[in-house]
């Protein structure tokens, strides 16, 4: 389900980064660890996490054929599926009897947040993987002392601390909880009195973890020492974001902290009602199976007590732990399967309610944007690929680090961080840096002055023109004086729909239908071709920002930022109007809430002279508060129309009137 949609949906700045960096990997044939992530400028790496999964994504690349983004979710979903024989193994380690285990596998692979990032551009289901079968094979191999295991955990154990050292630190904390039960257990007594049980335990955990250490502990000097060659990326260094990856007095027990926990929750992690009648089952019928549902949980929780922002900043952490609370209520669930007092059945309709309320979920979760086709980018990323060349260079302000737009561009890019932009001697030091290549554009969020710092040193550096040649969505693009004809003659040539306003004159004039009324029969058949996805085409309507088309013939996307109205002339009688409507992602994902949009209002109404409107629909979206409302969400109205009547259909801001960052659409329409 939408496999070849073409943006990154969950937690895409992240994705973007990754596919960025796998995207430079392949063009370039670079398969150095140093690996490039082209946004915060030269030199050109700033390497996280080892670049194993990019590679591996790269090689299938290479062997099939298979584009870059069809390869990295291929790659994962494999991991997370060869991840789930590890989690069976644990189980019957604990003796979780077998028709149990495939149960807590079923609430494993029907969780929405699995369903989410199992295909996604990411590798947290590699590291995921790496982590489980780590401990499966470290359990099993402090227990009977074979070698095979022992190798197997030193192995996985590696992959796992060099692809996401933060999944194996959670990992490290059950294997280190049975090695301090073995440990206990051999200890001396009087039938038991020497030492040499807990020496060989030690050693063995020893021979384990030796070589995943010391891989990890070189990787994060390794990752340091490169980060640190670039005067733009030293804020990425560990000592500078100590407090940011484990967190603070402050922020650990911060109130706002735990309700981003909560939010994540309760929106992705589990639905509510599942977890009520798992901590019922819990409380009330558990029994002897408590210690291991409560340690789970412990380890659950006890991650993002380590890593408090990390955790409650980004829902794709949660791959890592949410293994574990789903575990708990399997088992808390697979308990009323031998309780002495309820009735056999019982036991199966509830298991059969989690799983189907798992499905109901994800549908009323994440569904509508999985399953909505969605092109790759956005019509400016689109536009910056048409008009500069492979290895030109972008700039890129008011953005921070989000590596979005380089990566739909496939463009290199300087990237100035929040609060860089006004600091003259940070741009100069990042600018210098640049010398030799091909700087060519410049975009930022909202106009600035000429005699801006950013401006300014723009313009001594690279030859920048001041004047703005293009807008979108409160993004202004300037280039460079000596590409100005190229970027130009580019645009004009170009066949692609652009929802981007040009801003100087000649061919170039801004769209003369935006933000005032137009009718129909006074369009041109190039305008027209703009609501051809319209069916009727309506006779009157009003675009804030003039006619904009993008997607695709199966999923075309009307440009509707509010105010946009559009008015139909029927006939009187019944009707039955279908389209849908949305925000882009960019309007409220990765964004602090006070600054994305709080939603537009939909409304269709009947206007027919001398007496009131007739509102036939009218709902408000805000995908900011609603996740369920995240996408294109359908719109199916039935109606009767009254003789010499008006049919019109509305965007307009939310509530509170704010149509700040409302970018929204709508999808093809259609009035039979």
């Known amino acids: ?272 009602p599942l977890a009520v009648i798992s901590g019922a089952a819990l409380i009330f019928f558990a029994r002897g199976w408590r210690g291991k549902i409560l340690f789970c949980l412990a380890c659950f929780v006890g991650i993002q007590v380590l890593f408090p922002v990390l955790y409650a900043w980004h829902d794709y952490y949660y791959v890592a732990n949410t293994l574990f609370v789903l575990v708990a209520m399997g088992l808390a669930v697979s308990t009323l399967l031998e309780s002495s007092v309820l009735p056999p059945w019982v036991g ?82 990042a600018f210098r840096q640049l010398k030799g290549e091909q700087v060519s554009a410049l975009i930022t969020t909202g106009n600035i002055t000429k005699d801006a710092p950013l401006m300014k040193l723009a313009v001594e550096y690279f030859g920048f023109n001041p004047q703005a040649l293009f807008t979108w969505n409160n993004k202004f693009l300037y280039f460079v004086d000596k590409r100005w004809q190229e970027v130009r003659d580019n645009y004009e040539k170009s066949k692609l729909v652009y929802d981007v306003r040009p801003l100087v004159p000649g061919k170039l004039a801004p769209d003369p239908l935006a933000g005032h009324w137009a009718e129909a029969k006074q369009l041109r058949p190039d305008q027209l071709a703009f609501l051809r996805y319209m069916r009727p085409t309506p006779v009157r309507f009003l675009v804030r920002y003039g006619l904009s088309l993008g997607g695709n013939d199966s999923a075309p996307i009307f440009g509707a930022h509010p105010e946009s109205r559009f008015q139909f002339l029927l006939a009187a009688g019944p009707h039955h109007l279908r389209t849908s409507a949305g925000l882009s992602p960019g309007a409220y994902e990765n964004i602090p809430a006070d600054q994305a949009s709080d939603g537009i209002d939909v409304t269709v109404r009947i206007l027919k002279p001398g007496v009131p409107d007739q509102v036939v629909f009218s709902r408000n979206l805000n995908p900011r508060d609603k996740p369920a409302e995240r996408g294109a969400v359908p719109i199916d109205v039935s109606f009767e129309m009254p003789p010499d009547a008006k049919l019109e259909l509305s965007i307009t801001p939310g509530p509170a009137g704010s149509d700040r960052r409302d970018w929204a659409y709508l999808g093809k329409l259609v009035i039979d």
């Open 348 to 429: 199966r309709v509830v298991i059969a309610a989690m799983l189907g309320g798992q499905a109901y979920f994800f549908c009323h979760q994440f569904y509508g944007g999985l399953s909505a086709m969605s092109p790759e980018g956005s019509d400016m990323t689109r536009l910056l690929r048409q008009v500069t060349r492979p290895d030109d260079v972008l700039l890129i302000q008011g953005e921070d680090w989000n590596s979005m737009i380089p990566y739909y561009a496939r463009r290199r890019a300087l990237m100035l961080k929040d609060g860089a932009d006004n600091n003259e001697a940070e741009i100069r030091d």
């Open 1 to 272: 389900m939408g496999w070849k949609n073409g943006n990154l949906r969950g937690g895409e700045f992240r994705q973007a980064q990754t596919a960025l960096s796998t995207y430079f990997i392949q063009q370039e044939h670079n398969f150095s660890p140093a690996y490039p992530t082209p946004v915060l400028g030269k030199p050109w790496s700033i390497p996280l996490e080892f670049p194993l999964y990019q590679w591996t994504v790269v090689g299938l690349g290479n062997v099939t054929g298979l584009d870059l983004t069809t390869s990295a979710r291929l790659i994962s979903l494999a991991c997370f599926y060869l991840m789930l024989p590890a989690v069976f193994l644990l189980l019957g380690d604990w003796n979780v009897p077998i028709a149990w285990r495939w149960l807590i596998l079923g609430l494993i692979v029907s969780c929405p947040l699995y369903i989410l990032y199992a295909r996604a551009f990411l590798m947290e289901t590699m590291a995921l993987t790496m982590s489980v079968w780590f401990l499966a094979a470290y359990w099993r191999g402090l227990k009977t002392g074979k070698w095979g295991w022992l190798l197997a955990a030193a192995i996985f154990g590696t992959g796992a601390g060099l692809v996401k050292v933060t999944t194996f630190m959670l990992y490290l904390i059950p294997a280190a909880t049975v090695t301090l039960w073995l440990l206990w257990r051999q200890r001396p007594t009087n039938q038991n009195p020497g030492w040499g049980r807990i020496g060989r335990i030690l050693a063995l955990g020893a021979l384990a973890t030796a070589v995943p250490f010391a891989a990890t502990l070189w990787w994060m000097h390794f990752a340091d020492v490169a980060k640190a060659a670039n005067p733009a990326a030293r804020f990425l260094q560990s000592e500078n974001l100590h407090d940011f990856i484990f967190g603070t007095g402050a922020t650990r027990f911060s109130a706002a902290v735990w309700a981003g926990h909560w939010l994540i929750f309760r929106v992705s992690v589990v639905w509510l």
